[in-house]
């Protein structure tokens, strides 16, 4: 269960996180939409620890994060997996490598270990077989699904995603929304995905908060949402056809 309260953050005297206050279940899919520059990444970013808030507190399983040195966050981030929004391969690596790192730096693994460990989530993504290409082969869709398997690779409890789907063709960005979902689903991991994706993200969440200047303006299920009379919420959802 993540529990944040009061959250806030200023950047150059501008307020990005306005009283931000949410709970998300353990095993929920929960998705942060709202427009460019409304502070998804920046919550997220909170989230894994990269950011500290000005003011507030994000509980993790009862612990808030907020105070936390580096060291220990890094043992928490142990159960994280986190798909950036460029997937952040590295270009001079094989996908092997690629998913090696975090085996590598969070357990004491060894090759044998990890080469199991990297077959199955390329299975996950559909992706088998393809651990010595490099990035630069891969078509823009399989980088995605392969910075996925990074994520999920050690099992995380909790998944965060940064625009999961920038970037693809539809059919693509609707194969890589059902696939967290899956994973979601199977793994029973808590996952939050940050987009502004309403037409792949809107139906399959448990549970929808939409950010307008960094604050929630509106959280509920899809109907609740849909339900809304608020007029910037409306027109968030009638100018999507969902
Ligand atoms: N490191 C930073 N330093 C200063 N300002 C920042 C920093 N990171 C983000 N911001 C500002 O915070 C605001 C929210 O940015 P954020 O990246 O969270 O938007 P977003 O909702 O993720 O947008 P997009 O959909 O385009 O990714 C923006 O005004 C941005 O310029
Ligand atoms: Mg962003």
Redesign the pocket.
């Known amino acids: 269960m993540i529990q944040i309260k009061n959250l806030i953050k200023y950047?150059?005297g501008?307020k990005?996180l306005d009283d931000i206050n949410l709970n998300i279940n353990t095993g929920q899919f929960f998705t942060l939409m709202?427009?460019?520059?409304?502070?998804?990444?920046?919550?997220l970013q909170h989230i894994i620890g990269l950011l500290k808030p000005d003011k507030g507190s994000i509980y993790i399983d009862g612990q808030d994060i907020v105070p936390l040195k580096e060291k220990n966050l890094l043992e928490i981030r142990r159960n994280f997996g986190y798909l950036f929004?460029e997937g952040a391969l590295f270009d001079y690596m094989n996908i092997y490598d690629n998913l090696a790192l975090p085996v590598r730096e969070h357990t004491t693994k060894d090759d044998r270990e990890i080469s199991i460990l990297i077959k199955k989530a390329l299975e996950e993504v559909e992706l088998s077989g393809i651990e010595q290409k490099f990035p630069s082969q891969l078509s823009v869709g399989m980088r995605k699904r392969v910075g996925l398997a990074r994520a999920i690779i050690l099992q995380p409890k909790l998944l965060l995603c940064d625009?999961p789907t920038s970037g693809l063709d539809p059919a693509t960005g609707y194969a890589i929304s059902c696939l967290i979902l899956k994973l979601c689903r199977e793994l029973k991991t808590t996952t939050i995905v940050?987009t502004?994706d309403v037409i792949n993200f809107f139906d399959i969440s448990d549970c929808i908060a939409i950010?307008h200047e960094g604050r929630i303006a509106a959280i509920g299920t899809k109907d609740e949402i849909r339900k809304s009379e608020d007029e910037l919420i409306r027109r968030f959802v009638i100018n999507h056809p969902i």
């Open positions: 950047f150059d501008k990005v709202g427009g460019s520059g409304q502070g998804k990444s920046v919550f929004q625009e940050v502004h950010i």
